[in-house]
């Protein structure tokens, strides 16, 4: 009975055994899936859409072949086909019943765009390359593999380089699922099942060796009459030993033994399968509560996501610093405005006439902290970033409001300045976005478009000025190094041309428009641009005043003596954080800032 489980073991193994291998093998199909992007027209762009991307699921394989060099980004797919609006290109789609299709896109009428590169130019030789709406982009000549996951709400877009055709041989594949969870149980089960047919078996043979076993004849009874020595001796006459015979039958035994396990250890070795060849029993991790900011009802998503700003950020650093090391105001232009750019080019035009005049701090290229994005899939769009960065082994921290004027322009930096507060307002997080804040808006302690004209008429005043209450002075440092700088320097003209000239202060609203975003309490961050003036003027038609002791102001006129006098101004970019109608405290605090001497000229007569 033995031998008859011994072999049903044995069977039933082979069986599980040869399962578990078919799985793995003939019975587990492809392991991807390909599909080909056709086009047939030769336009320089062809956007692949989300949904194209998604049809299976999993991570895609985009491959793409041609001459040349290749180019390939992706990004939010609102985003791509506003940079696409003023040009023609493939559009791959995925139609209503469900087959893959391309459309070529006609520009629209209505679209502006600027064209000539990621920042401006003519659409037809506009490149596509290193545009802030890409939240990633890759080159390669001859054949370009990227593996990506992106969900549907984002797009690929394959060019050359925007104005030869865009390669036609592209596919997308998919991983398909071919996980076999009982292949490596079948195997094991096999294994430990032919092991146990393999003790069975033993077991058999031992117990029909024992029942054919040698039978001994009983030994003659001794005579009465004789010695036990010779007794002994005759009784070891007529014994028949079996003792050798079975040592050697053991040993045969026991290479049977040794041989037929091979088979099982086969088994088991070929079990030792990936992860996919077993069941997953790992339970679901136990998610922690954290804290939710459900964005408004209608906010629409932000214009930046994090990846993004990284990027952007880096684009930005890298080309100041180029810009500043050439003393290139044009290449300045392409990542800087307003304020940040004019000080920039009044730097730029001091430190090429004076040998020892230093440079402006530079852009922090990584470190961000902090980041708002404005929650708009429209333009112009703005976002606050503030980032860290060790200068002189100590770290600064940088805030900054970078603006993009529409789809085709980079991103330019608007205001910069030194982080100054210890405690900045609540802000929604980068995945929910704010609002912009109209500079006319009256759910604040004050509209953006009259904090800097409070402000300037703080510096001018002090705590004469009617706005004095509106703004916290506790922790302004800025005003308290300007009102300390100014008496200084008043003091200092008085001991030498007091009876000849006169200093006069005055601070007014810079150029540039405010930029304000909105935070968790109802309130704002703004950012301003204010100018301050220092007059020098003669008191008497015979004086004149020279500037024997300012480089920098003669540098910039462009004479050294003036009968009527000189002015110079200081631009002045502040962020500021205004509180909403009905906060506790209303008083508005100063955040960062930054001054920079902006232009000094002789007055005319």
């Known amino acids: 009975m033995r031998f008859v489980w011994a072999v049903a073991a044995f069977v039933l193994a082979a069986l599980m055994i040869a399962t578990g291998i078919a799985q793995r093998t003939v019975f587990q199909g492809p392991k991807s899936e390909t599909a080909t992007i056709k086009t047939t027209q030769s336009e320089p762009y062809t956007l692949i859409d989300g949904a194209v991307l998604n049809k299976l699921p999993g991570a895609q394989t985009l491959r793409a072949h041609g001459d ?133 078996y033993i077991l058999g043979i031992r117990h029909a060796r024992r029942s054919r076993g040698p039978r001994r004849k009983a030994l003659p009874p001794l005579p009465e009459t004789e010695p036990i ?120 035009t001091l430190r090429g006439k004076i040998a020892d005049y230093k440079a402006l701090p530079t852009i922090p290229a990584k470190g961000i902290k902090v980041f708002l994005p404005q929650a708009y899939d429209g333009w112009p769009r703005t976002v606050m970033l503030i980032a860290e960065q060790k200068a002189d ?78 703004f916290d002075a506790a922790g302004d440092q800025f005003r308290a190094s300007i009102d300390a700088d100014r008496k200084r320097r008043l003091a200092e003209f008085n001991k030498t041309a007091s009876t000849t000239g006169r200093l006069t202060f005055s601070s007014t609203p810079g150029a540039q428009a405010p930029l304000a975003l909105a935070t968790l309490e109802s309130g704002a961050i703004v950012a301003v641009n204010l100018n301050e003036t220092d007059t020098v003027t003669p008191t008497s038609a015979d004086a004149v005043i020279k500037l024997t002791n300012n480089p920098t102001v003669k540098a910039l006129a462009g004479v050294d003596q003036s009968q009527t006098g000189f002015t110079t101004t200081y631009s002045d970019q502040l962020f500021f954080y205004v509180p909403g109608q009905g906060s506790g405290d209303t008083r508005i605090r100063l955040l960062g800032f930054a001054s920079n001497i902006l232009g000094a000229k002789a007055i005319s007569k």
């Open 68 to 200: 040349g060099t290749i180019f390939v980004s992706y990004g939010r797919t609102a985003d791509m086909t506003a940079w696409l609006a003023d040009t023609t290109y493939n559009h791959v789609t995925v139609a209503k019943n469900g087959k893959t299709t391309t459309t070529v896109v006609e520009p629209d009428a209505a679209a502006g765009g600027t064209g000539g590169s990621a920042d401006s130019g003519d659409d037809s030789t506009r490149s596509p390359i290193n545009s802030d709406l890409w939240l990633d982009e890759f080159q390669q000549d001859g054949t370009l593999e990227q593996p990506l996951r992106l969900p549907a709400t984002m797009s690929v877009l394959v060019a050359s380089d925007g104005s030869a055709p865009a390669p036609s041989d592209v596919t997308v594949t998919w991983p398909l699922e071919t996980s076999t969870p009982w292949a490596g149980p079948l195997m094991v089960g096999g294994g430990i099942l032919m092991l146990v047919g393999v003790f069975l």
């Open 393 to 470: 082994k100590a770290v600064t921290s940088t805030i900054m409001m970078i603006t993009q004027s529409d789809p085709w322009s980079n991103y330019r930096l608007a205001y910069v300045g030194d982080l100054e507060a210890t405690q900045l307002p609540d802000v929604a997080p980068y995945y929910v976005g704010a609002s912009a804040v109209p500079p006319d808006s009256s759910f604040l302690v004050m509209p953006p478009e009259d904090l800097a004209k409070a402000y300037a008429d703080i510096i001018t005043q002090g705590d004469k000025s009617t706005y004095a209450g509106d």
């Open 229 to 348: 020595d010779i007794a002994i001796e005759g009784g070891d006459k007529g014994v028949i030993s079996a003792g050798r015979a079975t040592t050697r039958r053991a040993v045969s035994g026991r290479k049977a033994f040794a041989a037929i396990p091979v088979v099982a250890v086969s088994a088991l070795l070929l079990s030792g399968c990936s992860a996919d060849a077993w069941p997953q029993f790992g339970g679901s991790p136990t998610p922690t509560p954290t804290a939710t900011i459900v964005a408004p009802e209608g906010q629409q998503p932000p214009a930046v996501t994090a990846t993004q700003a990284d990027r952007i950020l880096g684009h930005i650093s890298s080309t100041v610093a180029s810009a500043d090391e050439k003393r290139d105001q044009d290449l300045a232009a392409t990542r800087l405005a307003g304020a940040a750019l004019a000080e920039r080019v009044t730097n730029y």
